[in-house]
């Protein structure tokens, strides 16, 4: 079982930058996808990035060009750096892991972004 730690929100203003980490611990694949979905109110939990650990990136096209996704793979942390947020970018951040091949995958506690005036 992989336990992920998320941190980095809050509330920031409209065109503020964010930055949020998550943490993985525990048997960690070493293929594997780390990355970012979000949850706003009354919406479904889409993704908003992943990278895998080859480095391959993969992005939601409401957020390319605004947030970029990096990972650390000796530290077992992926990070999602947000810039130029807007109010509908406001919601819960979850993490998720997923190992590559297998059915082996986590979901983080979620965090939450505001984006406000």
């Known amino acids: 079982q992989v336990r992920l730690v998320e941190s980095g929100g809050g509330l920031v203003q409209p065109g503020g930058s964010l930055r949020l980490s998550c943490a993985a611990s525990?048997?960690?694949?070493?293929?594997?996808?780390m990355g970012w979905y979000r949850q706003g109110p009354g919406k479904e939990r889409d993704l908003v990035a992943t990278?895998?650990?080859?480095?391959?990136?993969n992005y939601a096209d409401a957020v390319k060009g605004r947030f970029t996704i990096s990972r650390d793979n000796a530290k077992n942390t992926v990070y999602l750096q947000m810039n130029s947020l807007k109010p509908e970018d406001t919601a819960v951040y979850y993490c998720?892991?997923?190992?590559?091949?297998?059915?082996?995958?986590?979901w983080g506690q979620g965090i939450q972004v505001t984006v406000s005036s």
């Open positions: 998720k892991y997923q190992a590559l091949y297998v059915n082996d995958y986590s």
């Open positions: 525990g048997s960690i694949a070493s293929r594997n996808a």
């Open positions: 990278m895998f650990s080859y480095g391959v990136t």
